[in-house]
């Protein structure tokens, strides 16, 4: 199960997912995917989905407050956001929910995600636009099950050691003496 989790506006950019989505579908490879979240383009992704010939393998959650439960259901996390200029937008709360749940993300190289995304390690960081690689590193996770949960523990320890209150408070005080 492919899993998004992020507001639906326009920068988090899940059209974009659906429309990576239906290609995989085409190629026959057996994924699902659960789109989390709401937003202003809600209406506008299930009639995308509908339009694609996709509706039957999206089930879109709406909000979600159970992340326990959401990241149980979901063995990748797929993020495409997509960030002209400056949106307020970094590392978003997704990715590093889905390490706390040791899932592993395949995303857009944008506003610094490569920073907790590192390819090949914690999952794969695909430059923006790059549907064939973006597929392709869903595929991989998809059929090797062991890389994906290697993967997944690697995030976590990853986000463990990047977001501790020492490393906050190393990171804070350094940019003090700048």
């Known amino acids: 199960m492919l899993g998004t989790l992020s507001r639906l506006d326009t920068v988090r950019a899940v059209h974009l997912m659906l429309d990576i989505f239906k290609k995989m579908v085409d190629r026959d490879m057996p994924v699902r995917l659960n789109v989390a979240g709401i937003g202003e383009e809600m209406d506008n992704l299930k009639a995308q989905a509908e339009r694609l010939g996709i509706d039957g393998k999206v089930t879109f959650l709406g909000g979600v407050r159970d992340l326990t439960a959401y990241f149980k259901d979901v ?7 997509h960030c002209i200029g400056d949106h307020g937008a970094g590392v978003g709360n997704n990715i590093l929910e889905a390490g706390l749940y040791d899932t592993p993300v395949v995303t857009y ?11 090949g390690e914690t999952g794969y960081c695909i ?5 064939e690689a973006f597929i392709a590193a869903v595929d991989t996770l998809v059929r ?18 990047l977001c501790s209150d020492d490393e906050i408070y190393r990171t804070t005080m350094a940019a003090y003496t700048m």
């Open 75 to 81: 063995d990748i996390l797929v993020n495409t956001p």
């Open 109 to 119: 190289d944008m506003a610094g995600i490569s920073e907790m995304v590192v390819n």
């Open 127 to 131: 430059p923006f636009g790059d549907e």
């Open 144 to 161: 090797q099950p062991l890389l994906r949960e290697a993967m997944g523990k690697r995030l976590h320890a990853h986000v463990a050691a």
